[in-house]
């Protein structure tokens, strides 16, 4: 029989017409469906294909019908149900949805599943992940405490099925364009990465979005991949599918400087593609990566920067310095060290995303007489007394000694607010943090930075003194924050914000330059 | 909040009715309409959308986008507009402004290149785009060179391409014979017809009628006759299709469409640097089956044009 | 086409296990996300399991 739907001056957009029209046709009892909006040639295709009812008479061009041919009425009431159920679904918070206990029951649930998202104890990860890709399902593993015998286990088997495999400890992928886990909305375009650093990951692709381009897929591999246990399994494996994707111009690829022998591999592999490759090996030899062909890096914005102009067939060139007029930043910088007084004169990075910290202290360098971390560029400035800080500081509080039993910083900032009330005493002159947004984090990280800004300011004003404090954010308009929004949070505490780390972080270089000049 | 960046068309519309009232005409997941009394429609759209005519970029994200319902009222103030029900305020005063309007590039396309970026078009649009609606005659569709349309051999196509076909290629016909008459009285016989919101046809017309208009422009010609030509065409369509559709047509008259729709028809009349395979990649990145429409009628266009002789144009 | 250049032309269809936060991003983004009651097998007890992963490979 035949059953008409009409709904009067609605509309729904290209792609949810077409979910629509795929979903019912899977629908058990529908052997014929036409969907659309309810103009005349429209009406005329329903009668072409045995589907019309007399309903479709009085549709408008404005209106939106679905014409089926179905086995009984129940079946449309199915339909109609199932239409309603998809459009209203983003409305609805999940609430009575099905949560299948195992895998298995998962997949039959969603047959065609091509992806889980993997964030559970560290011991239970390689059998349930070994399920997963048994069922030819893609992993992306956010968990760690998994030991390296079990990632390679599964990172072999992963490259034997030809799937992917991110992690452990991978909190970052953009596919589809779908950010996944701790990733960020970022347009769609010819630049694919491959990353083994979180938010080195997120800041370059965010980057690369503000700087006018966009990606075509961001794969994560996790932080261990380029060690010499594991031989860069994944990120080759990524590279493998960007070199084959019509979609990627440009490829783009993020790590910590790999163990030798795996650097070589990864580099000789980058001479198999005419793509052209942008290297970023943090801090690491840039001479091997120019010998091989490929487009070294100075920081992370240098990546963004590069893979953008070879993306739009211009020449990569070394970037430095700032997007704002050089004069107006020293003026800036002048203004704010006025402000400060005679001792006055000590560092505070405190840090939420490990690459972004690792990016600061390695351009900071040696400089200003050593900086203590627990990151150190040398064991002698390994920090002893995390509770009482003295000299200039740049913290990591993503590692370990700080989450535990706490959620990362990412996801709950005041593990940093409460180290901005410790860290930041009279002795400081300038503070040096990163704000990430996006998916992931917290649904604030810009407006609870700002509140305890204000508070740490309020504090030192009764001591007649205030902190410079220089932000940049790793995100884009697309995050849910916004980042807009969060930069004008920000700058209502008087918080400097530069369009990335490498220039907060030069910025600060600048203000201890003057604070040191005496 | 402030505005990204406004298109030309709407600023002005903005200053001109200072004081009167907007409704919501409909809500998507990353863009909404806005309907004047006058029934001119505005689209406001959040950032990772591509900027058309009288549209406008702001900086909502998806969930505030969800708070807006149909028929709430916006007030217009200057450039600033308000969203009573939930008291939202965005501001264009200082916004970058787009330009919508035709525009040409410094050098046009020779004729042995235009050969090349046909082929390219047609490929990219068989392999990347959506070829389960009217786009599928691509590739039964053969252009011969007297300019005769014929399809050739093949199993059937989809509905939507079997039903359309012998009015895509009178149409075809139409054009290549610069049978202005013969057009206008297929139009109504043509619009509204496929999926989407914008239905195919109407993509498709707006692919043929922008290709025209550049035509024109490409070779200095006097524009005005065209845009009397394009006039009656969005004159025929109003009624026949969906609002959202009407008006894309009525500014597609004018030679205004998209910014990425812009540049993707820019490089099939004029010598332009970005590769034209990710310029096409662009338009289908923006949202399911119209991008491929509206290529597919690019591409007819072009067909034609590589087969008339040099006095060419409609 | 491997399976990886596969996965860049399909719909992402997510299974989530654990955090619940990333399946409620994804939802909001009208991505299909499933989120899983995931328990250990045999309650989390490693002789359990491994008696009971022996059993399976037999199979």
Known sequence: MIKVDVRKNTYYDSVTLM??????????????????????????????????????NDVSPNDFFIAAEVTSADVMVTVVEQVDHLLTQKKVESGSDYRPVSIDMAVDQMPGANMAIVSIPGQYVEEEVNKLLDKDIHVMLFSDNVSV??????????????????????????????????????????????????????????????FGSGVSQVIGTGGRDLKSEIGGLMMIQGMKALMADSDTEVIVLISKPPAPEVAKKILDMTKETKKPVVVDFIGGDREMIKAAGAYPCTTLEDAALKAVALANHETPVDSDGFTMDEHEIDQLVQQAVS???????????????????????????????????????????????????????????????????????????????????????????????DVVIGYGSHEDPAGVVASSIKEVQQKLNSEGKSVIVVASITGTEGDPQGLETSQEKLEEQGIIVLPSNAQAVRFVQKVMSQVHKA | ???????????AYFENRDGETLSIHSVFRESLNLIGHDGELITLLLPSKDIGPMSAIVPLNARELQQLQVDDVVEIHGSVLTFLKVNRVIDFSGTIIW????????????????????????????????????????????????GLIKRTFSEPLNEYAEFIEDRIIDLLDGYFKHDRERILALIPRFVGFGQGLTPSTDDYLLGIMISMIYDAKSRKQELKSIYQFTDEIAQLVKGKTTKVSEEMIHHGAKGRVSERYRALVQAMFYDVKAPLERLCIDVLNTGSTSGTDFLFGVYCFNQLRLKWNREGGI | MNKINKLFTQELKVINMGLESFQKDLKSQDVDAMQMNWRPTAGGNPKMMDLLSRLKTKK
Do not use: W
Not at chain 1, 25 to 49: C, D, S
Not at chain 1, 154 to 163: F, N, P, R, T
């Open chain 2, 99 to 146: 330009n919508p309007d035709v525009k040409g590039r410094t050098k046009p396309l020779c004729s042995s290149k235009l050969v090349d970026r046909v082929e390219q078009l047609k490929t990219v649009i068989q392999t990347e785009g959506q070829m389960n609606g009217i786009a599928a005659l691509i590739s039964v569709l053969d252009f011969e060179e007297t």
């Open chain 1, 149 to 210: 015998e079990s990632e390679l286990r599964l990172k072999q088997k992963a490259v034997e099925k030809g799937l992917l495999m991110m992690g452990p400890d991978c909190g970052t992928a953009i596919i589809n364009g779908v950010p996944l886990a701790f990733s960020n909305k970022v347009k769609k375009g010819p630049i694919g990465i491959v990353g083994a650093s979180g938010t080195g990951t997120q800041e370059v692709s965010s980057l690369i979005g503000t």
């Open chain 2, 1 to 11: 909040m402030t505005g990204l960046q406004i298109s030309k068309d709407l600023k």
């Open chain 1, 19 to 56: 979910l629509i029209s795929k979903e019912i046709k899977n629908i058990e009892g529908v052997t014929e469906v036409l969907v659309g909006m309810g103009t005349e040639l429209n009406i005329e295709l329903t009668e072409n294909l045995g589907l019309k009812d007399s309903v479709l």
């Open chain 1, 339 to 433: 402000k400060l007084k005679p001792d006055q004169v000590n560092l505070r990075g405190l840090y939420t995303g490990g690459t972004l910290a690792d990016e600061a202290m390695k351009m900071l360098g040696n400089t200003f007489g050593g900086i203590y971390s627990n990151i150190p560029l040398e064991p002698e400035y390994e920090i002893k007394d995390l509770e009482n800080l003295r000299g200039h500081v740049c913290l990591d509080l993503g590692e370990d000694q700080f989450t535990v039993g706490r959620p990362h910083p990412m996801i709950d900032p005041s593990t940093r607010s409460d180290r901005f009330i410790t860290d930041i005493d009279g002795t400081v002159a300038v503070c040096l943090i």
